[in-house]
Protein backbone atom coordinates (compact mmCIF):
# COMPACT_ATOMS: atom_id res chain seq x y z
CA UNK A 1 0.00 0.00 0.00
CA UNK A 2 1.08 3.05 -0.98
CA UNK A 3 0.13 6.20 1.18
CA UNK A 4 2.29 9.35 0.50
CA UNK A 5 2.76 10.81 4.04
CA UNK A 6 4.96 13.72 3.49
CA UNK A 7 4.71 17.43 4.55
CA UNK A 8 1.33 19.75 4.09
CA UNK A 9 2.41 20.74 0.75
CA UNK A 10 1.30 17.11 -0.28
CA UNK A 11 -2.16 19.03 0.21
CA UNK A 12 -2.51 22.30 -2.23
CA UNK A 13 -4.01 25.04 -0.85
CA UNK A 14 -7.75 26.19 -2.31
CA UNK A 15 -5.92 28.58 -4.34
CA UNK A 16 -3.06 26.80 -5.83
CA UNK A 17 -5.27 24.46 -7.71
CA UNK A 18 -6.25 24.24 -11.28
CA UNK A 19 -10.09 25.62 -11.78
CA UNK A 20 -12.11 23.14 -12.77
CA UNK A 21 -12.93 24.55 -16.48
CA UNK A 22 -9.22 24.55 -17.66
CA UNK A 23 -8.87 20.55 -16.78
CA UNK A 24 -12.25 20.18 -18.88
CA UNK A 25 -10.25 22.00 -21.67
CA UNK A 26 -6.87 19.75 -21.51
CA UNK A 27 -9.13 16.72 -21.67
CA UNK A 28 -11.12 17.54 -24.61
CA UNK A 29 -7.92 18.24 -26.32
CA UNK A 30 -5.95 15.62 -25.28
CA UNK A 31 -9.05 13.27 -27.18
CA UNK A 32 -9.40 14.80 -29.87
CA UNK A 33 -5.45 14.63 -30.27
CA UNK A 34 -5.68 10.54 -29.50
CA UNK A 35 -7.39 10.63 -32.77
CA UNK A 36 -4.09 11.27 -34.57
CA UNK A 37 -3.48 8.35 -32.58
CA UNK A 38 0.62 8.31 -31.71
CA UNK A 39 1.50 12.05 -30.90
CA UNK A 40 4.51 12.83 -30.14
CA UNK A 41 5.75 14.15 -26.48
CA UNK A 42 6.50 17.66 -27.72
CA UNK A 43 2.61 17.74 -29.27
CA UNK A 44 1.99 16.75 -25.96
CA UNK A 45 3.34 19.48 -23.72
CA UNK A 46 2.24 22.15 -26.41
CA UNK A 47 -1.36 20.72 -25.41
CA UNK A 48 -0.50 21.43 -21.70
CA UNK A 49 0.35 25.13 -22.26
CA UNK A 50 -2.45 25.86 -24.65
CA UNK A 51 -4.77 24.65 -22.26
CA UNK A 52 -3.94 26.67 -19.07
CA UNK A 53 -3.19 29.52 -21.83
CA UNK A 54 -7.32 29.73 -20.59
CA UNK A 55 -8.19 29.97 -17.52
CA UNK A 56 -11.83 30.39 -16.30
CA UNK A 57 -12.06 30.09 -12.53
CA UNK A 58 -14.80 28.82 -11.24
CA UNK A 59 -16.25 31.09 -7.87
CA UNK A 60 -14.64 30.57 -4.83
CA UNK A 61 -15.89 29.57 -1.93
CA UNK A 62 -13.46 30.49 1.04
CA UNK A 63 -13.13 28.11 4.11
CA UNK A 64 -11.11 27.39 6.42
CA UNK A 65 -9.67 23.56 6.85
CA UNK A 66 -10.93 21.79 10.06
CA UNK A 67 -7.73 19.92 11.35
CA UNK A 68 -9.73 17.19 12.68
CA UNK A 69 -10.06 15.92 9.30
CA UNK A 70 -7.20 16.81 7.01
CA UNK A 71 -5.44 13.26 6.56
CA UNK A 72 -2.14 12.88 4.99
CA UNK A 73 -2.97 11.42 2.34
CA UNK A 74 -2.51 13.07 -1.50
CA UNK A 75 -5.60 14.98 -2.48
CA UNK A 76 -7.24 13.18 -6.14
CA UNK A 77 -6.77 15.80 -9.12
CA UNK A 78 -9.39 18.20 -9.45
CA UNK A 79 -9.39 16.90 -12.61
CA UNK A 80 -10.51 13.51 -11.85
CA UNK A 81 -12.69 14.10 -9.06
CA UNK A 82 -15.34 16.82 -11.63
CA UNK A 83 -14.68 15.04 -14.71
CA UNK A 84 -15.34 10.82 -13.40
CA UNK A 85 -18.43 11.26 -11.89
CA UNK A 86 -21.54 8.74 -11.45
CA UNK A 87 -24.62 11.39 -11.23
CA UNK A 88 -27.31 8.91 -13.33
CA UNK A 89 -29.42 12.24 -13.73
CA UNK A 90 -26.77 13.74 -16.54
CA UNK A 91 -26.29 10.08 -18.39
CA UNK A 92 -24.58 6.81 -16.53
CA UNK A 93 -21.02 6.75 -18.21
CA UNK A 94 -18.56 8.30 -15.88
CA UNK A 95 -17.75 11.65 -18.17
CA UNK A 96 -21.40 12.37 -18.89
CA UNK A 97 -22.04 14.21 -16.04
CA UNK A 98 -18.95 16.74 -17.01
CA UNK A 99 -20.38 17.17 -20.20
CA UNK A 100 -24.11 17.39 -19.49
CA UNK A 101 -24.51 19.42 -16.34
CA UNK A 102 -24.24 22.40 -17.53
CA UNK A 103 -27.99 22.54 -18.17
CA UNK A 104 -28.91 22.56 -14.28
CA UNK A 105 -29.75 25.95 -13.15
CA UNK A 106 -28.65 26.19 -9.34
CA UNK A 107 -30.09 29.71 -8.99
CA UNK A 108 -32.78 30.58 -7.43
CA UNK A 109 -32.71 27.10 -5.10
CA UNK A 110 -34.71 26.44 -2.48
CA UNK A 111 -34.65 23.22 -0.09
CA UNK A 112 -38.14 22.77 1.87
CA UNK A 113 -37.94 21.19 4.92
CA UNK A 114 -40.44 18.86 6.20
CA UNK A 115 -42.26 15.75 7.67
CA UNK A 116 -41.56 15.42 11.49
CA UNK A 117 -40.64 19.09 12.56
CA UNK A 118 -41.31 21.57 14.90
CA UNK A 119 -40.42 24.17 12.43
CA UNK A 120 -40.53 23.31 9.03
CA UNK A 121 -39.21 25.65 6.45
CA UNK A 122 -38.08 26.36 3.26
CA UNK A 123 -34.14 27.57 2.83
CA UNK A 124 -33.13 29.23 -0.03
CA UNK A 125 -29.71 28.27 -1.28
CA UNK A 126 -27.50 31.42 0.19
CA UNK A 127 -29.64 31.69 3.67
CA UNK A 128 -28.61 27.19 3.40
CA UNK A 129 -25.04 28.62 3.25
CA UNK A 130 -25.42 31.33 6.01
CA UNK A 131 -26.87 28.80 8.48
CA UNK A 132 -23.74 27.68 9.96
CA UNK A 133 -19.94 28.64 9.72
CA UNK A 134 -18.48 26.77 6.35
CA UNK A 135 -15.39 24.62 6.68
CA UNK A 136 -13.05 22.57 4.85
CA UNK A 137 -12.82 18.95 5.47
CA UNK A 138 -10.75 16.42 3.82
CA UNK A 139 -12.77 13.31 3.31
CA UNK A 140 -11.84 9.98 1.24
CA UNK A 141 -14.55 8.60 -1.01
CA UNK A 142 -15.15 5.30 -1.61
CA UNK A 143 -17.72 3.69 -4.69
CA UNK A 144 -19.35 1.06 -3.97
CA UNK A 145 -17.64 -0.27 -7.97
CA UNK A 146 -14.48 -0.70 -6.27
CA UNK A 147 -12.43 2.98 -6.73
CA UNK A 148 -11.90 5.94 -4.31
CA UNK A 149 -10.95 9.59 -3.86
CA UNK A 150 -9.69 11.82 -1.35
CA UNK A 151 -11.86 15.41 -1.62
CA UNK A 152 -11.39 18.71 0.35
CA UNK A 153 -14.99 19.42 0.91
CA UNK A 154 -16.34 22.85 1.92
CA UNK A 155 -19.59 22.66 3.94
CA UNK A 156 -20.52 22.03 7.82
CA UNK A 157 -22.13 19.19 9.81
CA UNK A 158 -26.21 18.55 8.83
CA UNK A 159 -26.83 18.74 12.67
CA UNK A 160 -26.42 22.37 12.90
CA UNK A 161 -29.65 22.38 10.41
CA UNK A 162 -31.30 19.23 12.54
CA UNK A 163 -30.95 21.15 15.71
CA UNK A 164 -32.67 24.27 13.70
CA UNK A 165 -35.75 22.77 12.70
CA UNK A 166 -36.53 20.74 16.12
CA UNK A 167 -37.24 17.29 15.22
CA UNK A 168 -40.36 15.88 17.28
CA UNK A 169 -39.70 12.55 18.67
CA UNK A 170 -41.19 10.64 15.69
CA UNK A 171 -38.21 11.62 14.03
CA UNK A 172 -36.56 8.47 13.34
CA UNK A 173 -35.09 8.98 10.00
CA UNK A 174 -34.36 11.29 7.13
CA UNK A 175 -34.91 11.44 3.47
CA UNK A 176 -32.85 13.27 0.63
CA UNK A 177 -34.60 13.75 -2.33
CA UNK A 178 -32.50 15.41 -5.37
CA UNK A 179 -34.16 17.58 -8.19
CA UNK A 180 -35.79 15.74 -10.78
CA UNK A 181 -36.26 17.92 -14.09
CA UNK A 182 -36.83 16.38 -17.32
CA UNK A 183 -35.54 19.85 -18.97
CA UNK A 184 -32.84 20.05 -16.79
CA UNK A 185 -31.63 16.64 -16.74
CA UNK A 186 -31.48 14.05 -19.82
CA UNK A 187 -30.41 11.17 -17.94
CA UNK A 188 -34.13 11.69 -16.15
CA UNK A 189 -35.29 10.23 -19.79
CA UNK A 190 -33.58 6.62 -19.02
CA UNK A 191 -35.88 3.84 -16.66
CA UNK A 192 -32.09 2.91 -14.96
CA UNK A 193 -33.73 3.88 -11.49
CA UNK A 194 -36.73 5.42 -10.03
CA UNK A 195 -36.88 9.30 -10.41
CA UNK A 196 -36.19 11.35 -8.14
CA UNK A 197 -33.28 10.22 -6.66
CA UNK A 198 -34.02 9.24 -2.56
CA UNK A 199 -31.71 8.40 -0.07
CA UNK A 200 -31.62 8.79 3.58
CA UNK A 201 -30.36 7.96 7.07
CA UNK A 202 -31.08 6.59 10.27
CA UNK A 203 -31.36 9.91 12.75
CA UNK A 204 -28.52 8.91 15.01
CA UNK A 205 -26.43 8.77 11.71
CA UNK A 206 -27.88 12.11 10.45
CA UNK A 207 -26.39 13.80 13.34
CA UNK A 208 -23.05 12.55 13.31
CA UNK A 209 -20.47 15.48 13.15
CA UNK A 210 -18.87 13.79 10.15
CA UNK A 211 -22.46 13.92 8.13
CA UNK A 212 -21.74 17.11 6.07
CA UNK A 213 -23.91 19.23 4.19
CA UNK A 214 -21.99 20.53 1.66
CA UNK A 215 -22.00 23.26 -0.81
CA UNK A 216 -18.43 23.47 -2.21
CA UNK A 217 -15.35 21.12 -2.96
CA UNK A 218 -11.46 22.04 -4.00
CA UNK A 219 -11.97 25.74 -2.62
CA UNK A 220 -14.63 26.70 -4.92
CA UNK A 221 -18.67 26.64 -5.24
CA UNK A 222 -19.87 23.11 -5.85
CA UNK A 223 -19.45 22.00 -9.89
CA UNK A 224 -22.61 21.01 -11.07
CA UNK A 225 -22.12 17.41 -11.70
CA UNK A 226 -20.57 17.09 -8.09
CA UNK A 227 -24.37 17.58 -6.94
CA UNK A 228 -24.69 21.85 -6.67
CA UNK A 229 -25.84 23.84 -5.24
CA UNK A 230 -26.03 21.66 -2.12
CA UNK A 231 -24.73 17.60 -1.16
CA UNK A 232 -24.46 15.30 1.28
CA UNK A 233 -20.93 13.97 1.67
CA UNK A 234 -20.99 10.85 4.32
CA UNK A 235 -17.63 9.57 4.04
CA UNK A 236 -18.18 6.32 6.09
CA UNK A 237 -20.71 4.75 3.38
CA UNK A 238 -20.60 3.92 -0.14
CA UNK A 239 -20.51 7.38 -2.23
CA UNK A 240 -24.26 6.86 -3.63
CA UNK A 241 -25.66 7.47 -0.37
CA UNK A 242 -25.07 10.67 -0.46
CA UNK A 243 -27.57 12.46 -2.15
CA UNK A 244 -26.95 14.84 -4.77
CA UNK A 245 -28.65 18.32 -5.53
CA UNK A 246 -30.80 18.53 -2.94
CA UNK A 247 -34.48 19.78 -2.93
CA UNK A 248 -36.19 17.95 -0.25
CA UNK A 249 -35.57 17.06 3.56
CA UNK A 250 -37.95 15.33 5.17
CA UNK A 251 -37.66 13.53 8.93
CA UNK A 252 -40.03 10.18 8.84
CA UNK A 253 -41.60 7.69 11.41
CA UNK A 254 -39.93 4.95 8.89
CA UNK A 255 -37.18 3.82 7.27
CA UNK A 256 -37.40 5.87 3.97
CA UNK A 257 -37.49 3.81 0.37
CA UNK A 258 -34.17 4.78 -1.21
CA UNK A 259 -33.44 4.27 -4.67
CA UNK A 260 -30.44 1.85 -5.34
CA UNK A 261 -32.03 -0.16 -2.45
CA UNK A 262 -35.36 -0.10 -4.39
CA UNK A 263 -33.63 -0.99 -7.63
CA UNK A 264 -31.56 -3.82 -6.52
CA UNK A 265 -32.32 -4.73 -2.83
CA UNK A 266 -30.45 -7.76 -3.07
CA UNK A 267 -27.23 -5.36 -3.62
CA UNK A 268 -27.71 -2.14 -2.05
CA UNK A 269 -29.12 -2.05 1.37
CA UNK A 270 -30.01 1.14 3.12
CA UNK A 271 -26.86 0.96 5.40
CA UNK A 272 -24.44 0.54 2.86
CA UNK A 273 -21.38 1.21 5.32
CA UNK A 274 -18.45 0.97 3.37
CA UNK A 275 -17.37 -2.90 4.49
CA UNK A 276 -14.45 -4.58 3.39
CA UNK A 277 -15.80 -8.27 4.29
CA UNK A 278 -19.05 -7.66 3.11
CA UNK A 279 -18.56 -8.56 -0.77
CA UNK A 280 -21.08 -6.60 -3.65
CA UNK A 281 -22.96 -9.97 -5.04
CA UNK A 282 -20.75 -9.20 -8.47
CA UNK A 283 -17.07 -8.36 -7.12
CA UNK A 284 -15.14 -7.72 -3.83
CA UNK A 285 -14.89 -4.81 -1.48
CA UNK A 286 -12.04 -5.69 0.46
CA UNK A 287 -9.69 -3.73 -2.19
CA UNK A 288 -9.93 -0.44 -3.79
CA UNK A 289 -8.12 1.54 -6.87
CA UNK A 290 -7.44 5.06 -5.45
CA UNK A 291 -7.95 6.90 -8.57
CA UNK A 292 -5.03 9.49 -10.00
CA UNK A 293 -2.70 7.63 -7.44
CA UNK A 294 -2.96 3.80 -7.98
CA UNK A 295 -1.59 2.62 -11.51
CA UNK A 296 -0.42 -0.95 -12.97
CA UNK A 297 2.30 -2.04 -10.98
CA UNK A 298 0.85 -2.55 -7.66
CA UNK A 299 -1.90 -4.48 -5.96
CA UNK A 300 -5.07 -2.94 -5.07
CA UNK A 301 -5.05 -1.34 -1.90
CA UNK A 302 -7.10 -2.55 1.15
CA UNK A 303 -10.68 -1.10 1.86
CA UNK A 304 -10.74 0.15 5.58
CA UNK A 305 -13.90 -0.87 7.71
CA UNK A 306 -15.95 2.79 7.41
CA UNK A 307 -13.74 3.48 4.88
CA UNK A 308 -11.20 4.14 7.90
CA UNK A 309 -13.47 6.57 10.21
CA UNK A 310 -13.98 4.19 13.46
CA UNK A 311 -15.88 7.04 14.84
CA UNK A 312 -19.00 5.77 13.89
CA UNK A 313 -18.49 2.21 14.79
CA UNK A 314 -20.23 2.92 18.14
CA UNK A 315 -23.65 3.45 15.80
CA UNK A 316 -23.67 0.23 14.78
CA UNK A 317 -23.09 -1.50 17.58
CA UNK A 318 -24.95 -4.62 18.20
CA UNK A 319 -26.12 -4.65 14.55
CA UNK A 320 -25.30 -7.82 12.19
CA UNK A 321 -23.22 -5.47 9.43
CA UNK A 322 -23.49 -8.75 7.38
CA UNK A 323 -27.60 -8.46 7.50
CA UNK A 324 -27.92 -4.97 7.85
CA UNK A 325 -25.42 -4.18 4.49
CA UNK B 1 -24.60 -5.86 -55.38
CA UNK B 2 -21.92 -8.23 -57.41
CA UNK B 3 -18.89 -7.02 -56.19
CA UNK B 4 -16.32 -9.47 -57.05
CA UNK B 5 -12.58 -7.96 -56.01
CA UNK B 6 -9.77 -8.49 -58.21
CA UNK B 7 -6.96 -10.49 -55.55
CA UNK B 8 -4.88 -6.64 -56.09
CA UNK B 9 -7.95 -5.36 -54.71
CA UNK B 10 -8.54 -7.88 -51.82
CA UNK B 11 -5.40 -7.98 -51.02
CA UNK B 12 -5.50 -4.16 -50.50
CA UNK B 13 -9.33 -5.08 -48.49
CA UNK B 14 -7.26 -7.02 -46.12
CA UNK B 15 -5.05 -4.84 -45.22
CA UNK B 16 -7.88 -1.47 -44.28
CA UNK B 17 -9.23 -4.08 -42.54
CA UNK B 18 -6.32 -5.16 -40.80
CA UNK B 19 -5.67 -1.83 -39.96
CA UNK B 20 -8.52 -0.91 -39.06
CA UNK B 21 -9.36 -3.28 -36.27
CA UNK B 22 -5.90 -2.00 -34.71
CA UNK B 23 -7.17 1.15 -34.23
CA UNK B 24 -9.03 0.60 -31.00
CA UNK B 25 -6.26 -0.87 -29.29
CA UNK B 26 -3.70 1.70 -30.40
CA UNK B 27 -6.49 4.77 -29.51
CA UNK B 28 -6.65 2.85 -25.73
CA UNK B 29 -2.55 2.70 -25.41
CA UNK B 30 -2.46 6.49 -26.89
CA UNK B 31 -4.91 7.52 -24.20
CA UNK B 32 -3.37 5.54 -21.38
CA UNK B 33 0.05 7.18 -22.10
CA UNK B 34 -1.12 10.53 -22.48
CA UNK B 35 -3.43 9.58 -18.92
CA UNK B 36 -6.61 10.66 -20.52
CA UNK B 37 -8.47 8.19 -18.82
CA UNK B 38 -9.07 8.83 -14.85
CA UNK B 39 -9.27 5.40 -14.11
CA UNK B 40 -7.20 3.94 -17.06
CA UNK B 41 -7.43 0.43 -15.35
CA UNK B 42 -11.06 -0.02 -15.73
CA UNK B 43 -10.96 2.15 -18.93
CA UNK B 44 -8.70 -0.83 -20.41
CA UNK B 45 -11.09 -3.84 -18.90
CA UNK B 46 -13.96 -2.38 -20.40
CA UNK B 47 -12.49 -1.20 -23.56
CA UNK B 48 -11.22 -4.52 -24.25
CA UNK B 49 -14.28 -5.96 -23.27
CA UNK B 50 -16.71 -4.04 -25.60
CA UNK B 51 -14.06 -4.77 -28.55
CA UNK B 52 -14.13 -8.28 -28.21
CA UNK B 53 -18.22 -8.54 -28.23
CA UNK B 54 -18.12 -6.44 -31.31
CA UNK B 55 -15.71 -8.86 -33.41
CA UNK B 56 -17.71 -11.48 -32.18
CA UNK B 57 -20.77 -10.17 -33.74
CA UNK B 58 -18.76 -8.86 -36.79
CA UNK B 59 -17.19 -12.69 -37.29
CA UNK B 60 -20.88 -14.05 -36.78
CA UNK B 61 -22.33 -11.94 -39.13
CA UNK B 62 -20.05 -12.83 -42.34
CA UNK B 63 -21.90 -15.88 -43.32
CA UNK B 64 -25.24 -14.35 -43.60
CA UNK B 65 -23.75 -11.36 -45.10
CA UNK B 66 -22.20 -13.58 -47.79
CA UNK B 67 -25.39 -15.15 -48.56
CA UNK B 68 -27.50 -12.61 -48.99
CA UNK B 69 -24.85 -10.29 -50.98
CA UNK B 70 -23.82 -13.27 -53.00
CA UNK B 71 -20.28 -11.75 -51.48
CA UNK B 72 -18.09 -15.05 -51.38
CA UNK B 73 -14.98 -14.08 -50.46
CA UNK B 74 -15.76 -12.09 -47.53
CA UNK B 75 -15.20 -15.65 -46.08
CA UNK B 76 -11.58 -14.96 -46.74
CA UNK B 77 -11.72 -12.18 -44.38
CA UNK B 78 -13.41 -14.16 -41.48
CA UNK B 79 -10.67 -15.45 -39.93
CA UNK B 80 -8.76 -12.00 -39.32
CA UNK B 81 -12.03 -10.77 -37.84
CA UNK B 82 -11.91 -13.67 -35.68
CA UNK B 83 -8.47 -13.61 -34.26
CA UNK B 84 -9.05 -9.97 -33.25
CA UNK B 85 -11.65 -11.35 -31.35
CA UNK B 86 -9.54 -13.14 -29.29
CA UNK B 87 -6.76 -10.48 -29.41
CA UNK B 88 -8.98 -8.20 -27.70
CA UNK B 89 -10.82 -11.37 -25.52
CA UNK B 90 -6.93 -12.06 -24.50
CA UNK B 91 -6.64 -8.43 -23.39
CA UNK B 92 -9.26 -8.09 -21.48
CA UNK B 93 -8.51 -11.71 -19.67
CA UNK B 94 -5.43 -9.87 -19.25
CA UNK B 95 -6.73 -6.81 -17.59
CA UNK B 96 -8.59 -8.96 -15.43
CA UNK B 97 -5.59 -11.14 -13.90
CA UNK B 98 -4.07 -8.25 -13.73
CA UNK B 99 -5.51 -5.18 -12.42
CA UNK B 100 -8.08 -7.02 -10.42
CA UNK B 101 -5.64 -9.51 -8.92
CA UNK B 102 -2.10 -8.53 -9.68
CA UNK B 103 -1.22 -12.01 -11.43
CA UNK B 104 -2.65 -13.96 -8.29
CA UNK B 105 -3.80 -17.31 -9.92
CA UNK B 106 -5.28 -18.39 -7.16
CA UNK B 107 -6.89 -15.12 -6.50
CA UNK B 108 -8.15 -15.15 -9.97
CA UNK B 109 -10.16 -19.11 -9.40
CA UNK B 110 -11.64 -18.04 -6.46
CA UNK B 111 -13.30 -15.25 -8.20
CA UNK B 112 -13.94 -16.77 -11.50
CA UNK B 113 -15.64 -19.49 -9.16
CA UNK B 114 -17.21 -17.09 -6.97
CA UNK B 115 -19.46 -14.86 -9.32
CA UNK B 116 -21.49 -16.02 -12.16
CA UNK B 117 -20.83 -13.81 -14.46
CA UNK B 118 -16.82 -14.23 -13.87
CA UNK B 119 -17.53 -17.91 -14.47
CA UNK B 120 -19.45 -17.24 -17.85
CA UNK B 121 -16.81 -14.64 -19.40
CA UNK B 122 -13.68 -17.25 -18.31
CA UNK B 123 -15.46 -20.30 -20.19
CA UNK B 124 -16.02 -17.97 -23.23
CA UNK B 125 -12.90 -16.99 -23.31
CA UNK B 126 -11.28 -20.61 -22.54
CA UNK B 127 -13.61 -22.12 -25.50
CA UNK B 128 -11.81 -19.43 -27.34
CA UNK B 129 -8.67 -20.86 -27.58
CA UNK B 130 -8.97 -23.83 -29.48
CA UNK B 131 -10.69 -21.67 -32.57
CA UNK B 132 -7.80 -18.82 -32.41
CA UNK B 133 -5.44 -22.01 -32.08
CA UNK B 134 -6.76 -24.03 -35.21
CA UNK B 135 -7.06 -20.64 -37.35
CA UNK B 136 -4.41 -21.17 -39.72
CA UNK B 137 -4.40 -23.55 -43.02
CA UNK B 138 -1.73 -25.77 -41.64
CA UNK B 139 -4.66 -26.80 -38.99
CA UNK B 140 -7.67 -27.56 -41.35
CA UNK B 141 -5.48 -30.05 -43.24
CA UNK B 142 -4.37 -31.86 -40.45
CA UNK B 143 -8.01 -31.98 -38.77
CA UNK B 144 -9.65 -31.99 -42.01
CA UNK B 145 -12.30 -30.16 -43.17
CA UNK B 146 -15.62 -31.61 -40.69
CA UNK B 147 -13.20 -32.40 -37.74
CA UNK B 148 -12.48 -28.23 -38.19
CA UNK B 149 -15.95 -26.93 -38.81
CA UNK B 150 -16.95 -28.48 -35.54
CA UNK B 151 -14.69 -27.03 -33.37
CA UNK B 152 -15.28 -23.85 -35.07
CA UNK B 153 -19.22 -23.87 -34.20
CA UNK B 154 -18.39 -23.25 -30.60
CA UNK B 155 -18.93 -19.95 -31.61
CA UNK B 156 -22.44 -20.13 -31.41
CA UNK B 157 -22.04 -21.34 -27.53
CA UNK B 158 -18.95 -18.29 -27.45
CA UNK B 159 -21.27 -15.52 -28.53
CA UNK B 160 -23.97 -16.26 -26.12
CA UNK B 161 -21.99 -16.65 -23.13
CA UNK B 162 -20.17 -13.20 -23.84
CA UNK B 163 -23.02 -11.51 -24.26
CA UNK B 164 -24.28 -13.11 -20.81
CA UNK B 165 -21.35 -11.92 -18.87
CA UNK B 166 -22.21 -8.33 -20.64
CA UNK B 167 -25.31 -8.39 -18.98
CA UNK B 168 -24.81 -10.07 -15.51
CA UNK B 169 -22.28 -7.39 -15.02
CA UNK B 170 -24.47 -4.21 -16.40
CA UNK B 171 -27.80 -5.75 -14.52
CA UNK B 172 -25.98 -4.92 -11.36
CA UNK B 173 -26.39 -1.15 -12.11
CA UNK B 174 -29.61 -1.60 -14.28
CA UNK B 175 -27.93 -0.33 -17.10
CA UNK B 176 -28.98 -3.33 -19.77
CA UNK B 177 -29.59 -1.47 -23.08
CA UNK B 178 -26.64 -2.25 -24.61
CA UNK B 179 -26.52 -6.01 -23.92
CA UNK B 180 -30.13 -6.56 -24.52
CA UNK B 181 -29.42 -4.85 -28.11
CA UNK B 182 -26.54 -7.28 -28.58
CA UNK B 183 -28.64 -10.33 -27.49
CA UNK B 184 -31.08 -9.18 -30.07
CA UNK B 185 -28.28 -8.85 -32.91
CA UNK B 186 -26.79 -12.07 -32.09
CA UNK B 187 -30.10 -13.89 -31.58
CA UNK B 188 -30.97 -12.14 -35.31
CA UNK B 189 -27.46 -13.79 -36.56
CA UNK B 190 -28.14 -17.11 -35.27
CA UNK B 191 -32.19 -17.57 -35.87
CA UNK B 192 -31.06 -16.96 -40.00
CA UNK B 193 -28.40 -20.32 -39.55
CA UNK B 194 -31.22 -22.21 -38.02
CA UNK B 195 -33.86 -21.17 -40.93
CA UNK B 196 -31.25 -21.73 -43.57
CA UNK B 197 -30.65 -25.15 -42.21
CA UNK B 198 -34.47 -25.72 -41.91
CA UNK B 199 -34.74 -25.36 -45.43
CA UNK B 200 -31.87 -27.16 -46.61
CA UNK B 201 -33.35 -30.07 -44.54
CA UNK B 202 -36.93 -29.74 -46.01
CA UNK B 203 -34.89 -29.56 -49.43
CA UNK B 204 -33.05 -32.36 -49.26
CA UNK B 205 -36.06 -34.43 -47.82
CA UNK B 206 -38.11 -33.15 -50.47
CA UNK B 207 -35.66 -34.38 -53.07
CA UNK B 208 -35.35 -37.43 -51.13
CA UNK B 209 -38.95 -38.34 -51.78
Known amino acids: MLIKRSSAHAVPLASEITPQAVYEERRQFIAKMALGAVAGSALWEMANREAFAQAAPGAKLAAKRNPAYSPAETLTPIKDATTYNNYYEFGTDKSDPAENAHTLKTRPWTVSIEGEVKKPMTLDIDSLMKLAPLEERVYRLRCVEGWSMVIPWV ?16 AKYIEFTTLADKAQMPGIRSRVLEWPYVEGLRMDEAMHPLALLTVGMYGQVLPNQNGAPVRMVLPWKYGFKSAKSIVKIRFLKDQPRTAWNVSAPSEYGFYSNVNPDVDHPRWSQASERRIGEDGFFQKKRKTLMFNGYPEVASLYAGMDLKKFF | MAFNPTPKQF ?29 PLAAITFTTGDWTLYFLVITLAVTPLRRLLKWNWLVRLRRMVGLYAFFYAFLHFTAFLWFDHFFDLVAMWKDVLKRPFITVGFIAFVLLIPLAVTSNNAMIRKLGGKRWQWIHRLIYLIAPLGILHYYWMKSAKNNIAQPILFGVIVAALLAVRLYWSAAKKAKAQAAGA
Open chain 1, 155 to 170: GYSLSNLIKKVEPTGN
Open chain 2, 11 to 39: KVLKAVLFVLALIPFVRMVALTVMGAYPD
